[in-house]
């Protein structure tokens, strides 16, 4: 108890509650401790009825002990007018999904995922190509003027893609790039073009990509190195990979690596870039 409170407390007791035989009856107890003219005044009330004693006693008792009635409880807030959804509208999107040389993806899973302006979680939908590599899939979004979706696109022995939806109307379409994973050891090189139909990557999804797959076949610092042909100021290296740590986005990155370790690199040019873009990508690997 601290010092303040305590000499309070005390001062309180010494006042109102000094050490005596208490009073024998009521109105003696609603009394004790008044003013001699108080007292002198009610005495005259020798057999006072019980309901007034009573009365008196809780009135004299809440001003000498500075009590205080207890408050009224808080009534309980109204609920919140549950949010009025946006009007959504229902697009209808088709494609093509194509590999590294242009023939068709069969068996694909294409994904939406709606953008409805105030709903951050909007349920997805999917769809599967056929083998045309032809996909089409209805669904609602509401973002006018802007983008109204984020198609994904996935397929085993491919990388995935993804693009920004932003229609023109109802009815739109998105081909898709799914090229067959290029994968490389440390020390090795490759020439990769990016298209601007590509898949985006990179901080923000800054870029369009082509991916390469690295795999480490000792420990050491790999030291990757994208040079784009011709020469172009707004291109960059996206690095990722299990135990890898996330890097973008300048021409080259060193990554320290165990035996074993895939690097994912990410290579690509502006998104805004309207020509195809190519790459000579070196990589190369120093033992501890």
């Given at each position: 108890m601290s010092?303040?409170?305590?000499s309070q407390i005390g001062n309180v007791g010494s006042k109102r509650c000094k050490c005596r035989k208490p009073p024998s009856n009521p109105l003696e107890l609603a009394m004790a401790g008044e003013p001699p003219h108080f007292q002198t005044m009610m005495s005259q009330f020798t057999t006072p009825p019980l309901s007034v004693v009573a009365a008196l006693v809780a009135l004299i008792s809440t001003a000498a002990c500075g009590s205080n009635p207890s408050p009224?409880?808080?009534s309980a807030p109204s609920a919140a007018p549950a949010p009025v959804p946006f009007p959504t509208s229902t697009f209808h999107l088709t494609g093509i999904a194509t590999d590294d040389d242009g023939n068709p993806v069969a068996g694909a899973t294409v994904t939406i995922k709606p953008w409805i302006y105030g709903n951050l979680n909007p349920p997805t939908v999917s769809g599967m190509t056929d083998g045309r590599g032809f996909y089409s899939i209805d669904f609602d979004a509401y973002n006018p003027g802007g983008i109204v979706g984020l198609v994904n696109a996935e397929s085993a022995g491919h990388d995935p893609s993804h693009y920004f939806l932003k229609p023109s109307g109802q009815n739109a379409s998105q081909n898709i790039h799914l090229y067959r994973i290029k994968r490389i050891t440390a020390g090795e090189s490759?020439?990769?073009?990016?298209?601007?139909?590509?898949?985006?990557?990179?901080?923000?999804?800054g870029f369009l990509c082509r991916t390469v797959h690295i795999v480490a076949p000792s420990d050491g610092l790999m030291t990757l190195e994208a040079v784009p042909t011709p020469s172009a100021a707004n291109a960059g290296l996206e690095i990722l990979g299990q135990g890898v740590a996330h890097y973008c986005c300048s021409l080259t990155a060193s990554v320290p690596v165990t035996a074993g370790t895939e690097?994912?690199?990410n290579i690509g040019e502006w998104f805004t870039s309207t020509a195809s873009q190519s790459f000579?990508?070196?990589t190369s690997l120093v033992g501890p």
């Open positions: 010092p303040i409170f305590g009224a409880a808080p490759t020439v990769l073009t990016v298209l601007p139909s590509d898949t985006f990557c990179g901080d923000d999804d690097v994912i690199a000579m990508f070196n």
